[in-house]
């Protein structure tokens, strides 16, 4: 069906996304996005049986490579679209304290879309 035109608004929710510390007790450390709705061609995607699966790519310099995966989740879980991944889970995983972080999304088809905007993640302790 060709290339997946993905345009990914990334939230990191309450870890300091714009350059704050830590997050506090209590706050989450999530990475949100809205899935793609349309191919490269402008053909509507249905999210719940065109995504395959999303990656998780973490950066120091906020360009990312095959390389730079650390984690893929499925395209959907229990019937509902995936579209956030908790960061606590990449810590033991990911050097140094802050990195740039970002998703990109497969298809069953296996195109693959370019990855969102990176968002600067501070990882906490």
């Given amino acids: 069906m060709g290339c997946i035109a993905l345009l990914l608004a990334l939230l990191i929710v309450g870890c300091g996304g714009g350059g ?21 061609d402008n053909t509507p995607l249905n999210p719940l049986f065109d995504i395959q699966r999303n990656d998780i790519l973490c950066s120091d310099n906020g360009v990312f490579t ?3 995966v650390v984690a893929s989740v499925s395209g959907m879980d229990n019937g509902v679209i995936v ?23 497969w298809a069953w088809d296996n195109s693959v879309s370019e990855c969102a905007q990176p968002v600067w993640w501070e990882k906490g302790e």
Avoid: H, I
């Fill in 66 to 68: 095959d390389n730079d």
């Fill in 83 to 105: 579209k956030s991944f908790d960061l606590k889970l990449l810590r033991p995983y990911v050097t140094p304290y802050s990195t740039f972080v970002s998703v990109r999304v």
């Fill in 20 to 40: 704050g510390g830590a997050p506090g007790p209590g706050k989450t450390e999530v990475l949100s996005w809205d899935p793609p709705k349309t191919w490269s």
